[in-house]
């Protein structure tokens, strides 16, 4: 009959001594256990398993003495109590439970399990969960502090995310960022996509300041720059920009003013607001990119403005905008 484990949740030190242990709240070392399951590579079913046997364990302490604490269901028992968990499944989570050390299997003669009237009991001992409660402890503490580490990671680089698209518009590192945030990365993996994002801000803010230096000297170097501007101005009504096609686009679609009324003076203004409506619009961002892409940036922006001025009449924007990538690729010279 085998009394002892050669392992302990991975470890290959001695178990604990009784004499130094203390009881141990059950619910609270299967918590714990829970916490850290995939640390010790456990997964929900197994836990499930143990979880019933704590439940024939009428106290809510379990004693660390060995074979102090002996349950000792039948599987058709334990297979009633797990809603009906089939045996094979059932044998194979218990060897797991045997295997990473959770209890120890305290056989019979003939492997039956059973308590006779003297006090001696054959079935599984959960002593060592008071053995290495504090060991178990300790490596859920790490476990959820990880999982809180990752989790703060994660928000912040999607806050960097959403600063650039902002800033600049949807680009390749942002869509890539949308994909990896839906998976479970690594932490090295969020470190390394957290440096790239703060560095492509950098560059982006960088790359701002420098043209609004350069701006600044243009005006100080020609004033008459600034009064061409001011008659621009006035020639259009008090449009916000001299570029001739973005004022068509602005006078001939109004819906974005429902949602952006700030006046739009560039065309990297109007960029970032498409880049905003294809969501609101139900546009997936990779259609955008490859809008982008494919015909450009102005194109693309026109096809959302004008996109969002007959969204009431159109039942699939996304497939609207596909096929205007494909008829605009056909023929380049047509306007959209």
Same mark, same amino acid.
């Given at each position: 009959? +085998?009394?002892?484990?050669?392992?302990?949740?991975?470890?290959?030190?001695?178990?604990?001594?009784?004499?130094? !242990?203390?009881?141990?709240?059950?619910?609270?070392?299967?918590?714990?256990?829970?916490?850290?399951?995939?640390?010790?590579? *456990?997964? %929900?079913?197994?836990?499930?398993? *143990?979880?019933?046997? *704590?439940?024939?364990?009428?106290? =809510?302490?379990?004693?660390?003495?060995?074979?102090?604490? !002996?349950?000792?269901?039948?599987? $058709?028992?334990? /297979?009633?109590?797990?809603?009906?968990? &089939?045996?094979?499944? #059932?044998?194979?989570?218990?060897?797991?439970?045997?295997?990473?050390?959770?209890?120890?299997? %305290?056989?019979? @003669?003939? =492997?039956?399990?059973?308590?006779?009237?003297?006090?001696?009991?054959?079935?599984?001992?959960?002593?060592?969960?008071?053995?290495?409660?504090?060991?178990?402890?300790?490596?859920?503490?790490?476990?959820?502090?990880?999982?809180?580490?990752?989790?703060?990671?994660?928000?912040?680089?999607?806050?960097?995310?959403?600063?650039? *698209?902002?800033?600049?518009?949807?680009?390749?590192?942002?869509?890539?960022?949308?994909?990896? #945030?839906?998976?479970?990365?690594?932490?090295?993996?969020?470190? @390394?996509?957290?440096?790239?994002?703060?560095?492509?801000?950098?560059?982006?803010?960088? @790359?701002?300041?420098?043209?609004?230096?350069?701006?600044?000297?243009?005006?100080?170097?020609?004033?008459?720059?600034?009064?061409?501007?001011?008659?621009?101005? $006035?020639?259009?009504?008090?449009?916000?920009?001299?570029?001739?096609?973005?004022?068509?686009?602005?006078?001939?679609?109004?819906?974005?003013?429902?949602?952006?009324?700030?006046?739009? =003076? %560039?065309?990297?203004?109007?960029?970032?607001?498409?880049?905003?409506?294809?969501?609101?619009?139900?546009?997936?961002?990779?259609?955008?990119?490859?809008? !982008?892409? +494919?015909?450009?940036?102005?194109? /693309?922006?026109?096809?959302?403005?004008?996109?969002?001025?007959?969204? &009431?009449?159109?039942?699939? &924007?996304?497939?609207?905008?596909?096929?205007?990538?494909?008829?605009?690729?056909?023929?380049?010279?047509?306007?959209?």
């Amino acid at each position: 009959m +085998k009394h002892e484990r050669q392992t302990q949740f991975g470890r290959t030190t001695p178990a604990v001594q009784s004499s130094d !242990v203390t009881l141990v709240d059950k619910w609270q070392v299967l918590q714990d256990l829970t916490d850290c399951a995939e640390t010790l590579e *456990l997964n %929900h079913r197994t836990l499930s398993v *143990l979880r019933a046997l *704590l439940t024939f364990h009428r106290d =809510r302490d379990i004693d660390p003495e060995p074979l102090s604490t !002996v349950v000792f269901p039948s599987n $058709k028992t334990l /297979s009633h109590r797990l809603n009906g968990m &089939p045996e094979s499944t #059932l044998r194979r989570h218990l060897c797991k439970l045997v295997a990473s050390g959770v209890v120890i299997r %305290h056989d019979s @003669a003939n =492997r039956k399990r059973f308590k006779r009237r003297a006090g001696v009991a054959y079935g599984f001992d959960l002593a060592p969960l008071a053995q290495n409660a504090a060991y178990i402890a300790s490596i859920a503490d790490q476990a959820r502090e990880k999982r809180d580490r990752l989790a703060n990671l994660r928000d912040h680089i999607a806050q960097l995310r959403e600063t650039l *698209l902002n800033d600049n518009g949807p680009c390749e590192i942002t869509e890539e960022t949308r994909v990896i #945030l839906r998976r479970k990365p690594d932490e090295a993996v969020l470190n @390394a996509l957290k440096a790239r994002l703060e560095g492509q801000i950098e560059t982006a803010t960088t @790359a701002k300041m420098n043209g609004h230096d350069n701006q600044n000297e243009r005006h100080i170097q020609s004033e008459s720059l600034i009064c061409s501007d001011q008659v621009v101005e $006035k020639k259009e009504h008090n449009s916000t920009t001299s570029d001739s096609a973005l004022v068509r686009l602005l006078e001939q679609c109004k819906e974005y003013k429902l949602y952006f009324p700030d006046p739009v =003076r %560039h065309w990297n203004d109007a960029f970032k607001i498409a880049s905003q409506l294809t969501g609101m619009m139900g546009i997936d961002q990779a259609v955008f990119l490859q809008a !982008v892409s +494919k015909i450009g940036k102005k194109k /693309s922006v026109i096809a959302i403005f004008q996109i969002l001025d007959r969204l &009431p009449t159109i039942d699939n &924007p996304g497939g609207y905008l596909r096929r205007l990538i494909q008829n605009t690729q056909s023929n380049p010279e047509t306007a959209l």
